[in-house]
């Protein structure tokens, strides 16, 4: 089993950033495949970075050249930093672990761009 703890969400203005973390606990070796989601309000679940463990990252296209994704395998941990926030990058945001096949999420942070 794998547990999932997110941090770092709130609210923030319009053009600011805020960097997401999410530490993975347990009974863990190396760990394939770390990614982050979102969900807007009313709308479905949507990528927004992905890492592999052995290939490159990839990014949603709404958030390229602004959010960057990197991982610390020796703390299991997944960060997400986001740049340029706008309004429509309001969402709770969902860490996601594939680890031997299976697929485990965090309880999701929200995050809030507004002024």
């Known amino acids: 089993q794998v547990q999932l703890v997110e941090s770092g969400g709130g609210l923030v203005q319009p053009g600011g950033s805020l960097i997401l973390s999410c530490v993975a606990s347990?009974?863990?070796?190396?760990?394939?495949?770390m990614a982050w989601y979102r969900q807007p309000p009313g709308k479905e679940r949507e990528l927004v970075a992905t890492?592999?463990?052995?290939?490159?990252?990839d990014y949603g296209d709404t958030v390229k050249g602004r959010f960057t994704i990197s991982r610390d395998d020796k703390k299991h941990t997944v960060y997400l930093q986001m740049n340029s926030l706008k309004p429509e990058d309001t969402a709770v945001y969902y860490c996601?672990?594939?680890?031997?096949?299976?697929?485990?999420w965090g309880q999701g942070t929200q995050v809030t761009v507004s002024s």
């Open positions: 347990g009974t863990i070796c190396i760990i394939n495949t």
């Open positions: 890492s592999p463990a052995y290939s490159a990252t």
């Open positions: 996601n672990v594939i680890y031997r096949g299976q697929y485990y």
